[in-house]
Antibody
């Protein structure tokens, strides 16, 4: 059974750093392209980043240079390293397998709150 | 990376059909068949209702259908039911290897 379990969210001060994890089971993360999607409280969905099976990464302009997507194949886990956090990064962060494909699968999300 | 444009809200009576539009450009919706529609109930993760413009995942009611013409994609919900009341988002692949969501539409069942 496919499962994606996000963790690592919490309250962090502006300018701080946080690393989100997405533990996968039922498939291998390096055999699929994996994305992060976020949703600010009361707002719409926003695509954040993708890592393809070959390792190529892409980012939304709003996070480029501050957020870094990566994966650890030995742990079958996807990561999102978040630096220089801003209030506008406050959101629920979802990891998604095969975004926009028929094999797409979403985790349940982890909440990141950036506030002093 | 501009968000795709959706109407803020659409409403209908039970049994009616409604259509939600999703307008982009030739760089995203118009240039890609990777267009999906999501349903989201409050406090829940999004659920894909349509993928690749007009395909339904297993388990999604055939009351939901998708289409595309030029730079505009559409989601039609036939035979509107109370359980269809939710937020709906479109999303598309863009030709610069990124993805973009629509602004979201609140569907109300009167």
């Amino acid at each position: 059974e496919v499962q994606l379990v996000e963790s690592g969210g919490g309250l962090i001060q502006p300018g701080g750093s946080l690393r989100l994890s997405c533990a996968a089971s039922g498939f291998t993360v390096n055999g699929h392209y994996m994305s992060w999607v976020r949703q600010a409280p009361g707002k719409g969905l926003e695509w954040v980043s993708v890592i393809y099976s070959g390792g190529t990464t892409y980012y939304a302009d709003s996070v480029k240079g501050r957020l870094t997507i990566s994966r650890d194949n030995s742990k079958n886990t996807l990561y999102l390293l978040m630096n220089s956090l801003r209030a506008e990064d406050t959101a629920v962060y979802y990891c998604v397998r095969d975004f926009l494909q028929w094999t797409e699968y979403w985790g349940q999300g982890t909440l990141v709150t950036v506030s002093s | 990376q501009s968000a795709l444009t959706q109407p803020a809200s659409v409403s209908g009576s039970p049994g009616q059909s409604i259509t939600i539009s999703c307008t982009g450009s030739s760089s995203d919706v118009g240039g890609s068949n990777s267009v999906s529609w999501y349903q989201q109930h409050p406090g829940k993760a999004p659920k894909v209702m349509i993928y690749e413009v007009n395909n339904r995942p297993s388990g999604v009611s055939n009351r939901f259908s998708g289409s595309k013409s030029g730079n505009r994609a559409s989601l039609t919900i036939a035979g509107l039911q109370a359980e269809d009341e939710a937020d709906y988002y479109c999303s598309s692949y863009a030709n610069n290897s990124v993805f973009v969501f629509g602004t979201g539409t609140r569907v109300s069942v009167l």
